[in-house]
Each structure stands twice: as structure tokens, then as C-alpha cells.
């Protein structure tokens, strides 16, 4: 090879490399995707309950079920999913005796935790923390 030809592939085959290093750091985009482990509050007497959530990556958007560790909640799956600017919203219907009520879910991601709130029709609501499982 001719030393005037040397010089461009080694200056090109260096850039190549410290942009593959620089990909490989870049930071992960923020997502929701995994198993979720934590707790919600519950009744007038904050009771805790532990829960599970596990968002999957669907077709369009995402799918996902909930479950707890009392069987309270057996799992169930959830509906209108949407993860947006680090904010997990979703719903599903809980199952009280021959009935069933409609509970809505606001979360926030920080890191790998997500925080927020439960909401019934009836206006009751409780705090929920879930970390995502390793």
C-alpha cells in the first residue's frame, strides 16, 4: 500500500472505532418493558398489598398483566397502555364478587422504579412503588 493511501485508513478505520464506542455508551432509551415487583396501598388503614406488573412490547404499543400476591387480584390483564415522556398510564377491571370495578393506574419512571397511583370510580385511590426485577 502507498503511504499516501496509508494515512486515510488508518484516520478512517480509528473514526469507525470511536463511533462504535460512542454507540455502545450512548445511553438506553427510557422503557417499561419487564417484570415490575412492588407494593399498593390499600383501604382506609394503608394496608399494603405486593404486586407484580409485567409490560411486554406488543404489535402496537404494549400488553401487559397484574397480579398479587394474596390472589386478591389473579391476574389479570391490562388495557389502554401508554407510555409516553416517562409516564406509564393503564387500566384493568377487578373482580369483586359478582362485579367488577375499573381501577386506573398513573406511574412515573425514575430510573428503574415507577411511582404513582391507583384510582377507583368511587374516588378511593392509594399509592403504588414498583422496581423493576432483575
Known amino acids: 500500500m502507498k503511504n ?18 460512542a454507540l455502545a455508551q450512548a445511553p438506553k432509551k427510557a422503557d417499561v418493558v419487564g417484570a415490575w415487583l412492588g407494593s399498593a396501598v390499600v383501604g382506609d388503614d394503608g394496608t399494603q398489598v405486593d404486586i407484580t406488573v409485567v409490560i411486554e412490547k406488543a404489535e402496537a ?22 407510555f409516553k415522556d416517562g409516564k406509564l398510564s393503564f387500566e384493568f377491571d377487578l373482580a369483586q364478587g359478582m362485579d367488577t370495578a375499573l381501577i386506573k393506574i398513573d406511574l412515573t ?3 428503574e422504579t415507577l411511582k404513582g397511583a391507583w384510582y377507583d370510580p368511587d374516588g378511593n385511590s392509594g399509592a403504588i412503588s414498583l422496581a423493576l426485577k432483575k
Open 109 to 111: 419512571l425514575e430510573a
Open 61 to 82: 404499543g404494549y400488553s401487559g398483566k397484574i397480579s398479587d400476591a394474596t390472589g386478591m387480584v389473579p391476574e389479570t390483564p391490562l388495557r389502554q397502555i401508554v
Open 4 to 21: 499516501s493511501l496509508r494515512l486515510p485508513v488508518i484516520a478512517l478505520a480509528a473514526l469507525a472505532l470511536l463511533a462504535g464506542t
